[in-house]
């Protein structure tokens, strides 16, 4: 049973605009969650993570926010560039250990 | 540092053959992650070590399947015999000891190999 969710397989956005990914959880245990970006033929690669203890955490133009009650992330890129269209992973981990995935998003930044 | 390197890139092999991927994790690193992407499943873990020994394999479909991580610099997935629904892009990772870590455990991925088995 997946305990990472993302339920939007693709997203199209123009470019300048606000591109905005969810991410869902199901275990109350997960302590770190992350984002990774995945080009085509390549690995993912980290992004930017968020501590349980915290709402929110801001790198350049990406931000993650964290509403533990809901179980509820995002991931926000102000503005999107062309170069954001990849596929956008959400993960989450308990106390350190392997992460769990979500199957991720697509994300298209158009001109 | 080279980073996460896997071989082959690709392998195209035909059911019931028996399929090897190789993985050298980044220098220093004490674990490493192999998962298995498919468009139905997305990314999911197979199995991982910490100071090559297996800490959780949970998620290996079956007995086909097989990880070993002989030393530090090293790790192999088997598949025999492999069959169609094998098919998939198969990733290694790796991560940091934990004592050397300030927040999040961040996995580095290698570019993975894209296994087709006909």
């Known amino acids: 049973d997946q305990q990472v969710k993302q339920n939007s397989p693709s997203l199209s956005v123009q470019e300048g605009r606000i591109s905005i990914l969810n991410c869902d959880y199901t275990?109350?245990?997960?302590?770190?969650f992350l984002w990774y970006k995945k080009y085509p033929a390549e690995g993912p690669t980290f992004l930017i993570s968020?501590?349980?203890?915290?709402d929110k955490n801001e790198d350049g133009r990406f931000t993650v926010f964290l509403n533990k009650s809901a179980k509820h992330l995002s991931l926000h890129i102000v503005p999107s560039q062309p170069g954001d269209s990849a596929v956008y992973f959400c993960?989450?981990?308990?106390?350190?250990?392997?992460?769990?995935f979500g199957k991720g998003t697509s994300l298209l930044v158009t001109p | 540092d080279a980073g996460v390197i896997q071989s082959p890139r690709h392998e195209v092999t035909e059911m019931g053959q028996e399929v090897t991927l190789r993985c050298k994790p980044i220098?220093?690193?004490?674990?490493l992650f192999w998962y298995r992407q498919t468009m139905m499943r997305g990314l999911e873990l197979l199995i991982y070590?910490?100071?090559?020994?297996?800490?959780?394999d949970s998620g290996m479909p079956e007995d086909r399947f097989s990880a070993k991580m002989p030393n530090a610099s090293f790790s192999t997935l088997k598949i025999q015999p492999s069959e169609p629904r094998d098919s998939a892009v198969y990733f290694c990772?790796?991560?940091?000891?934990?004592?050397?870590?300030?927040?999040?455990?961040?996995?580095?991925f290698g570019a993975g190999s894209r296994l087709t088995v006909l």
């Open positions: 990772a790796s991560s940091p000891p934990r004592q050397s870590r300030s927040g999040a455990n961040v996995l580095t």
């Open positions: 275990n109350s245990m997960f302590d770190y």
């Open positions: 968020i501590s349980s203890i915290k």
């Open positions: 993960a989450a981990s308990p106390s350190g250990y392997a992460l769990n």
């Open positions: 220098s220093g690193h004490d674990y």
């Open positions: 070590f910490n100071n090559n020994v297996p800490i959780d």
